[in-house]
């Protein structure tokens, strides 16, 4: 260091005085602050799986808006003719040939079948000669919807009722703690069940029956997080100043716990998703002929040993979207909470 | 701790007291015949059928017998399955359902452990990728479509194992490898969350300075901290095991109670759906039970404070 | 005097996402035997960042730009692993900061404390519980016996620390490094722990470094004293003459945060700003921008350490031959008025002879 002082050159005006200097130029320097909000962002757009994942998932939803106008055909109507087609595409591309392996020969089925030149299935017919790809479109939009409601379900009871149970505390959290105990040692799955024997099976029972017992999570967590919120500076200065309860939950409590509430919701969905297969392959889930990814999969089940690619699709179809919401899930969790992550 | 478990198993029967209410009075309001070919039977066939099964009686009465056989181990008649009493159905039921369960169970979390720790200790390295990856496959992928493949493959294609039969050990292993991905995602999803926390901990690093290797360190300290709060997923986990169990015993033919609750609901076998609501209840309160009790035990922090501070 | 610990030109950067954090910038200081080192400075200054390179307890994206640690002749810097571990809990010993999440929750107090003697394989388990239990009476725990089979939760704030420091020297370490450790407790129980460690040190002979940021913790038990600030040292010395002799702007900043009772301020002062962005350290004096007596050389060169005693150096451009005389704030002045009357008196001494530093050549 003190050759360093050798080689400076010392005037006498390096020693005048000249005190602390702008602390605005000391601001520059330091690295620009991000909100949170932002923060979380960034940290997300690092996370490729995750970026990934959201337009895997937004090609997804896109393709399903399309089919609620278009597909390539009727997905319910039969050609008992074409039935168990296999794929084709075009004039045939491996693995979509339209041919079919039979006793160690392979058979052109459109050609067995008089399926006029021109016409082929992408992905297939079922047994009953319908076109596998519409239904597969199809199948995917109405699980996402299941998936969407069941959510939306979730949200307007478990919202409230964490932020009520949160924010009265005392006997009313108490109470409103036991309901949720005793509901959440019920198995959820019996619960569904049994709604499902009850009201006759559709979009909208399989949707309440989830919902039902859906909400208890989400509850929780609002909850907690309403807890820790209600003891922050600027919620205690809104309560002294007298802002009415419904005010001070829109415009302090949701903004904050909109981080919980996004998470929680990516999470959700895919388990309804889950559900909703689950419970069509059990035979209890969404009617026919209508398809959703249970119902497809249960049929395909059926002759997934001989006729395999019936299955493989909408297999595919569902673990692709469940991957993808868990790993957007994963994501915006680790942005939002850093500290479960690093 | 003694009051402690008094009250936990006090609200364990008040809770399975409101299922069986809940269940019943559902049952008494499902649409159908609880007969197996009612259409076959006359008027005069039915009245004595209900007559001898009690339904003829008023709706309260046959409640409080409901209640009062419950007491006695008693689940009613399936009216579907040549008659027989709901609870000897279970009986001959259950075992493969345990086996099967308890193996899956055993696997993924032994599993679990060890991949959620070792990702932990090694986190962002290659085996940290690989653990998430099969969290992520093991959490996404339905178990049912896991057991069509496996059986696909595995059984159909290669030969392996036996497609569908009962018959011992070899005919538990896909079953078991297909209801083991759950628990083993679940797990070691959790063990590397707390892993890593524990490791981030003043603890940690306080071993550290002793003196120990980072391999002592986990041995002694980390492992430990880290086990105690995953005993506590074992309720979920049973949960995702009974859903799953009944698929995958559809899908290998194994003739256990998961198999027998789907054919129940197909066949509108109530008295055995009912049976069977009460059972998994009692499994899954017994389990949360068992799980905070443990959890009580194994951690000293609630272990000597006494009662209070339970989990759940 | 016999230096057990020699720290020379350490530098050391954090990767972080915006960029080289550059936590410690060219650090010297040494430690004598028996004595007891106090490293005192602001949040962020680096306290912790040198203590725990002389453990080998960096995070892992710390990057020792260079510099030595020499602890007996011998670098820790270029030990191996092994090496270090051996060291740890054995010749150097840490006592950290906050004695409610330094203990294993899961784990007896008696094993804990009897660990380093097993990992370092002095003695059999029987003999390390006897001695665990001996040290936990040392430091204070009432009944020891009946509590080796505590838990951590079963013990208050203070006994954890107590805890915390038999941990520390049930191997007699040679040196004994404090990491802020009363910071988290009130203030009678912080000074229960100073008058503990100051007579442990007496009764196993051990060099102490102790870190705070509270100077008026400094005055009961420190030999000497480093001053801190962004990454660097900016000014060490004797105590006495660190607390009434002061040179550097940065210091009187510290002495006149400090509450005393001798200093008859009214109003407790802070100093203004905040410390610099270590991502990008100013050119000259990181302390200048938030120095009302820098001078212009301040803000463009980094001031060598200048002379004072043997003992004290301080690297600020004022002490410079050309520099004009500058009157310091009047509290400080108090100070040195005091110091000159006990010298005078020959109440303290100014130890010319005591050690001659041969770190910083000036
Ligand atoms: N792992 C790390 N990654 C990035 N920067 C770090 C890391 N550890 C420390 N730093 C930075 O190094 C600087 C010095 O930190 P250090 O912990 O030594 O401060 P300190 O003087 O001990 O403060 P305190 O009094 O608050 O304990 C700080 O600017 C800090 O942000
Ligand atoms: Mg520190």
Same mark, same amino acid.
């Given at each position: ?171 009313t959290d108490t109470i409103m703690q036991r309901i949720i105990e005793i509901i959440s040692s019920i198995p959820n799955l019996v619960v569904v069940i049994l709604m499902l024997l009850l009201f006759t099976p559709g979009l909208g029972s399989i949707v309440v029956a989830m919902g039902i017992t859906g909400w208890i999570t989400m509850a929780r967590l609002i909850r907690a997080e309403t807890l820790t919120l209600k003891t922050q500076e600027y919620v205690l200065a ?105 | ?87 000897? #159905?279970?009986? @001959?039921? !259950?075992?493969?359902?345990?086996? %099967? *369960?308890?193996? &899956?169970?055993? /696997? ?114 980390? #492992?430990?901290? @880290?086990? !105690?709060?995953?005993?506590?997923? %074992? *309720?979920?986990? &049973?949960?995702? /095991? ?71 | ?362």
């Open positions: 260091m003190s050759e360093q002082a050798d080689k400076l050159e010392l005037t006498p005006d390096s020693f005048k005085r000249v005190g602390a200097n702008d602390t605005d130029a000391q601001e520059k320097i330091s690295a620009p602050s991000l909100t949170f909000f932002q923060d979380a962002i960034r940290r997300l757009k690092q996370n490729k799986a995750a970026i990934i994942s959201f337009w895997l998932l937004a090609i997804i939803i896109l393709i399903s808006i399309v089919s609620i106008w278009w597909t390539p055909s009727d997905p319910n109507a039969q050609h008992v003719a074409y039935a168990n087609l296999p794929p084709k595409i075009g004039n045939g591309i491996p693995g979509f040939t339209g041919q079919a392996n039979v006793g160690g020969q392979l058979v052109d089925k459109y050609a067995q079948a008089n399926v006029p030149k021109g016409t082929y299935y992408i992905l297939g017919t079922d047994y009953l000669g319908r076109d596998l790809f519409s239904r597969l479109m199809k199948g995917i939009a109405l699980s996402l919807l299941i998936g969407m409601l069941a959510t939306l379900f979730d949200l307007m009871i478990g919202v409230p009722y964490g932020i009520i149970s949160g924010w009265r505390g005392g006997h809104a309560r002294t100043i007298g802002e009415s309860p419904f005010k001070i939950a829109t415009k302090h409590l949701i903004p904050n716990l909109s981080s919980t509430i996004i998470i929680q919701t990516m999470f959700s969905i895919p388990t309804a998703i889950f559900f909703e297969a689950f419970l069509s392959f059990i035979g209890i889930g969404i009617p026919a002929p209508n398809a959703s990814l249970g119902t497809l999969l249960s049929d395909g089940q059926k002759t997934f040993r001989f006729l395999p690619y019936q299955m493989w699709y909408p297999a595919a179809a569902i673990s692709i979207i469940m991957i993808a919401f868990n790993l957007l899930a994963d994501g915006l969790r680790d942005a939002f909470d850093p500290k479960t992550n690093n | 701790m003694g009051k402690y478990i008094l009250k936990r198993v006090g609200y364990m029967i008040l809770t399975l007291f409101i299922i069986a209410t809940a269940t019943f009075f559902l049952m008494k309001l499902m649409p159908g015949s609880p007969y197996a070919n009612q259409a076959k039977m006359t008027t005069e066939q039915i009245n004595i059928m209900n007559h001898q099964y009690g339904l003829d009686k008023p709706t309260f009465q046959q409640y409080l017998i409901y209640l009062g056989g419950l007491l006695h181990g008693d689940l009613g008649t399936s009216f579907q399955f040549n008659n027989q009493p709901v609870s000897y #159905l279970i009986a @001959s039921r !259950i075992g493969p359902s345990m086996q %099967i *369960g308890l193996q &899956a169970i055993i /696997l993924g979390t032994l599993l679990g452990i060890l991949l959620g720790a070792i990702a932990a200790i090694r986190k962002n390295s290659w085996v940290d990728t690989v653990a998430t990856f099969f969290a992520i496959i093991g959490r996404s992928i339905p178990n049912f479509v896991f057991a069509v493949l496996l059986q696909f493959f595995l059984a159909f294609k290669l030969h392996l194992f036996p497609i569908a039969l009962w018959e011992g050990f070899t005919s538990s292993i896909l079953p078991t490898i297909a209801l083991a991905m759950a628990p083993l995602a679940t797990t070691a999803r959790f063990m590397r969350t707390e892993m890593v926390d524990v490791l981030n901990s003043d603890y940690i690093e306080l071993a550290r300075a002793k003196g120990n290797t980072p391999w002592q360190t986990v041995a002694k300290h980390a #492992l430990r901290n @880290s086990l !105690i709060p995953v005993v506590t997923i %074992i *309720g979920p986990m &049973a949960v995702d /095991l009974m859903v799953g169990s009944m698929v995958v015993e559809n899908i290998f033919s194994i003739p256990g109670i998961g198999d027998q609750f789907v054919k129940s609901i197909t066949t509108n076998d109530y008295s055995t759906i009912m049976g069977l609501t009460m059972l998994y209840s009692t499994m899954l309160v017994v389990v949360i039970l068992i799980v905070d009790i443990l959890y009580g035990l194994i951690d000293p922090r609630i272990r000597l404070s006494g009662s209070e501070g339970s989990q759940s | 005097m016999e230096k057990i610990l020699d720290v020379k030109n350490l530098q050391i950067n954090f990767a972080t996402f915006a960029g080289q954090v550059q936590a410690i910038r060219d650090v010297s200081f040494h430690l004598n035997k028996g004595e007891t080192l106090a490293i005192v400075g602001e949040s962020g200054s680096g306290k912790s960042v040198t203590v725990r390179s002389i453990m080998g307890l960096l995070a892992n994206n710390a990057h020792i730009v260079g510099g030595e640690i020499d602890f007996k002749d011998q670098d820790i810097l270029s030990m191996t692993d092994r090496q270090i571990e051996n060291l740890r809990g054995n010749d150097i010993s840490m006592i950290f900061q906050d004695p409610m999440t330094s203990l294993d929750p899961t784990m007896p107090i008696g094993k804990q404390v009897a660990e380093p003697l097993l990992i370092h394989g002095q003695m059999n388990k029987a003999a390390a519980m006897a001695r665990a239990e001996e040290v936990l009476e040392l430091v204070g725990i009432t009944n020891a016996k009946n509590r080796m089979k505590d838990y951590p939760h079963q013990f208050s704030g203070g006994q954890r620390q107590r805890v915390v420091i038999a941990m520390a020297i049930v191997n007699y370490p040679e040196i004994l490094i404090a990491d802020e450790p009363t910071t988290a407790l009130d203030v009678t129980i912080q000074a229960q722990i100073i008058d503990l460690m100051k007579d442990l040190q007496r009764k196993i002979d051990t060099s102490i470094i102790f870190i705070t940021h509270d100077l008026g913790v400094v005055a009961g038990i420190a030999d000497r004293v480093a001053v801190m600030y962004a990454g660097k040292i900016v000014e060490y010395g004797t105590v006495d003459e660190i607390f009434y002799d002061p040179k550097h702007p940065y210091t009187w900043g510290l002495l006149n945060s400090m509450p005393t009772l001798d200093t008859h301020s009214e109003k407790l002062y802070a100093i203004p700003g905040t410390p610099p962005n270590l991502l990008d350290p100013p050119d000259g004096d990181a302390f200048a921008p938030r120095n009302p007596y820098a001078l212009a050389i301040d803000h463009e060169a980094m001031p060598p350490f200048f002379k004072v005693t043997n003992t004290h150096y301080a690297a600020t451009w004022l002490l410079h031959p050309d520099a004009p005389s500058i009157e310091p704030p009047a509290a400080i002045q108090q100070r040195q008025q005091l110091y000159r009357d006990l010298i005078a008196s020959g109440q303290i001494g100014t130890f010319p002879q005591k050690e001659t530093d041969k770190n910083v050549s000036n």
